[in-house]
Structures are given as structure tokens and as C-alpha cells.
């Protein structure tokens, strides 16, 4: 029987925010961030155990908010790191202590504050997963894309090559445990690239234009439309 985990990093703050509050926490819709990205992993088909990577000062205001908003969803947090990817490697170290060997074990990797990912590309991420190794959710661009070269000079790159990286992004824990043991390096922006780097193909799934990350304070309003929209359809 195989055993699927989620790894939700709830780290960042509310410094591009302009806000005291820590974005995850911050309201959308009557609730903090995180709530709803914990709900939707809750409210899928696939289940999969939650591992909530909090940074330890936010630890306490969280489960005072957990309390004020009677919210009951179980996870289980685990201490973050300096960075992402430390945060997620805390994650993983936790998920070896409860992963049986024999069972086919596999992770997901979610940014905390995206709110607004589907139960459709949770639960078929987790269930293409056990076809490829390595997956992540990504989005055509829709914008003409430029590379900067030297100087001044630019030059232009067919867009339907070029993919918007989303998360969740999914892998078979034997690939995501031996990537992780790698030294870190800034080069590391996601969990895909740090599994590239050990020499790994990434296949990648259709993202969701919805699915969007809570950045700046009119990522809110954006969001809030949007969640407003799906409840009407």
C-alpha cells in the first residue's frame, strides 16, 4: 500500500507585504492563507498526511489562530530552516522517521501560500506519480519573453517553450530523500531544481492559471475574486 505525504512550507514573512503579519497568516476570505492550502491538501481525494514547515517564532501564533478559527485539519508541523530548502529538508528528516520501507512512498512539496490549488491537480499529481519519478505543475507563459544577454542587449525566445513553475511539485521519496542530501546551493529556487541537480528529469504537469502565490498585498484581492468566482460556478 503505497503512503503519499505533503510537505507545506509555511515559512516568509510580511516584508513585501508591508506588513507586520506573515503573509501565510494573513486573511483571505475570512481565514489565514494557510488554512486554506491545508484544507484543499484535507479535501482531496488522495489524503495525503500533512507536514506543515513553520518557522519556530510563528509556531505559538499559530495555533492561537488554529484555535480562533476552530480549525481542526490535521498536520503535523515540523520546525523550518534558514532557508526553503532547509525547511523542506527538515521535512523530509521527519517523513523518514514515519515511512515504512516497504511501502512506495510519495511527496509533495507545496508553497504555504498558495491557497487556491485544485483537489483535481493534487490528486492527479499523486496519481501520475507513481508513473514518473519527478513532476511538477507549471503554466504556459502567455507573455513574449526576453533573455538578457550582455550589455544592454536582449534577445527573444519562443514562448511555448517557456513554462511558469507552480508547486504542488511531486516526487517518489527514495528521488527527493538523495537530492536533499546535496550541500546547499543558491541555484536551488524550487525542489525541482535541487532534484535536477542530482541528475533527475522533471516531467511536467498542467498548472493552474488560478493557482496563483501570495506575493504582494493585491495578490489578496486577486485571490479573493478568484475564490469567489469557483464558489459561484
Keep these: 500500500m503505497r503512503k503519499n505525504y505533503v510537505i507545506i512550507v509555511g ?5 513585501r507585504m508591508q506588513s507586520a503579519i506573515p503573509k501565510q497568516f494573513m486573511l483571505l476570505n475570512g481565514l489565514p492563507v494557510l488554512m486554506h492550502t491545508l484544507t484543499a491538501f ?3 481525494n488522495t489524503k495525503p498526511t500533512i507536514i506543515l514547515v513553520l518557522n519556530n517564532r510563528l509556531k505559538s501564533e499559530w495555533e492561537q489562530l488554529c484555535i480562533k478559527y476552530s480549525f481542526d ?3 503535523i508541523i515540523v520546525e523550518g530552516g534558514d532557508t526553503r530548502f532547509h525547511s523542506v529538508q527538515n521535512g523530509l528528516n521527519h517523513i523518514k522517521q514515519l515511512s515504512e520501507p516497504i511501502k512506495p512512498t510519495y511527496i509533495a512539496v507545496h508553497d504555504g501560500v ?9 490528486d492527479y499529481g499523486f496519481q501520475q506519480i507513481g508513473l514518473h519519478r519527478a513532476l511538477i505543475t507549471a503554466v504556459s ?3 513574449s519573453v526576453r533573455i538578457k544577454e550582455l550589455g544592454d542587449t536582449s534577445r527573444a525566445v519562443d514562448r511555448s517553450t517557456v513554462f511558469l513553475v507552480q508547486t504542488p511539485q511531486f516526487f517518489s521519496a527514495e528521488i527527493l530523500f538523495e537530492a536533499y542530501e546535496q550541500t546547499y546551493s543558491d541555484t536551488f529556487t524550487d525542489d525541482a531544481s535541487v532534484v535536477e541537480k542530482k541528475g533527475y ?5 498542467p498548472g493552474d492559471t488560478r493557482n496563483i502565490k501570495i506575493t504582494f498585498s493585491e495578490d489578496l484581492l486577486f485571490a479573493e475574486v478568484i475564490m469567489k468566482s469557483l464558489a459561484n460556478d
Excluded: A, M, Y
Excluded at 515559512?11 to 516584508?15: E, K, L, M, R, Y
Excluded at 498558495?114 to 493534487?122: A, D, G, N, Q
Excluded at 528529469?201 to 504537469?205: D, E, N, R, S, V
Design 11 to 15: 515559512g516568509g514573512s510580511g516584508t
Design 42 to 44: 484535507s479535501q482531496s
Design 73 to 75: 485539519v490535521p498536520h
Design 114 to 122: 498558495r491557497p487556491l490549488v485544485s483537489k483535481e491537480i493534487i
Design 141 to 143: 507563459s502567455k507573455d
Design 201 to 205: 528529469p522533471i516531467q511536467i504537469l
